[in-house]
C-alpha cells in the first residue's frame, strides 16, 4: 500500500474483484468486513481490515450523527449489492491510503517496529482509537447536568 501511488493502489484493489466475490464467507451477505479481513490476513501490507464499526463510520459519518440518544453508536448501514459492496470496499480502501500516505513514515515505521503492524493494521488502530476517544468525549459532552 505504502509503495504505490494512488492510481495504480486503486487498479490493483480493483483487480481483487473476482477473488472478493469468490470469497463467499458472509452469510448475511456483508461482505466488505469479513472479505476486508480475510484480504487483510492474506496481505498484510496490502488491505487494511475494514469494519462498519470504526472504519465505515469513520470515513462515512461525521462525530456528531455517530451516537444515539443514549450515547450508545448509531447502527452504521453497509450497501445491500454485491457491485455497492465491492464499490464501498475499494472507497475505504483508498481513503485508507490517503490517509497513510499523509502520515509521517517515520511514526508508521516505529508503529512497524514496536507493534508489528503493517501500515495498513497500524492505519486502522489509528482509526479504532480516534472514533472511540472522540465518541467518549461526545458521551462526556451530553451528560445531563445534575
Given at each position: 500500500?505504502?509503495?504505490?501511488?494512488?492510481?495504480?493502489?486503486?487498479v490493483?484493489?480493483?483487480n481483487?474483484?473476482?477473488?472478493?466475490?469468490?470469497?463467499?464467507?458472509?452469510?448475511?451477505?456483508?461482505?466488505i468486513?469479513?472479505?476486508?479481513?480475510?484480504?487483510?490476513?492474506?496481505?498484510?501490507?496490502?488491505?487494511?481490515?475494514?469494519?462498519?464499526?470504526?472504519?465505515?463510520?469513520?470515513?462515512?459519518?461525521?462525530p456528531?450523527?455517530?451516537?444515539?440518544p443514549s450515547?450508545?453508536?448509531?447502527p452504521?448501514?453497509?450497501?445491500?449489492?454485491?457491485?455497492?459492496?465491492?464499490?464501498s470496499?475499494h472507497?475505504?480502501?483508498?481513503a485508507?491510503?490517503?490517509?497513510?500516505?499523509?502520515v509521517d513514515?517515520?511514526?508508521?515505521?516505529?508503529?512497524q517496529?514496536?507493534?508489528?503492524?503493517?501500515?495498513?493494521?497500524?492505519?486502522?488502530?489509528?482509526?479504532?482509537?480516534y472514533?472511540?476517544?472522540?465518541?467518549s468525549e461526545?458521551?462526556?459532552t451530553k451528560?445531563?447536568l445534575?
Amino acid at each position: 500500500m505504502s509503495e504505490m501511488a494512488e492510481s495504480q493502489y486503486s487498479v490493483a484493489v480493483l483487480n481483487l474483484q473476482t477473488h472478493y466475490k469468490q470469497l463467499e464467507l458472509s452469510e448475511s451477505g456483508a461482505t466488505i468486513v469479513v472479505n476486508s479481513k480475510a484480504f487483510h490476513h492474506l496481505f498484510p501490507e496490502f488491505i487494511p481490515p475494514i469494519d462498519r464499526q470504526y472504519t465505515i463510520r469513520f470515513f462515512t459519518q461525521s462525530p456528531e450523527k455517530w451516537l444515539d440518544p443514549s450515547g450508545k453508536f448509531k447502527p452504521v448501514q453497509l450497501p445491500k449489492t454485491f457491485d455497492e459492496q465491492f464499490n464501498s470496499f475499494h472507497s475505504t480502501c483508498l481513503a485508507v491510503k490517503r490517509l497513510a500516505d499523509q502520515v509521517d513514515t517515520s511514526l508508521l515505521r516505529r508503529e512497524q517496529e514496536q507493534s508489528r503492524a503493517s501500515t495498513p493494521k497500524a492505519m486502522d488502530n489509528a482509526i479504532v482509537n480516534y472514533v472511540r476517544i472522540t465518541a467518549s468525549e461526545l458521551r462526556q459532552t451530553k451528560l445531563p447536568l445534575s
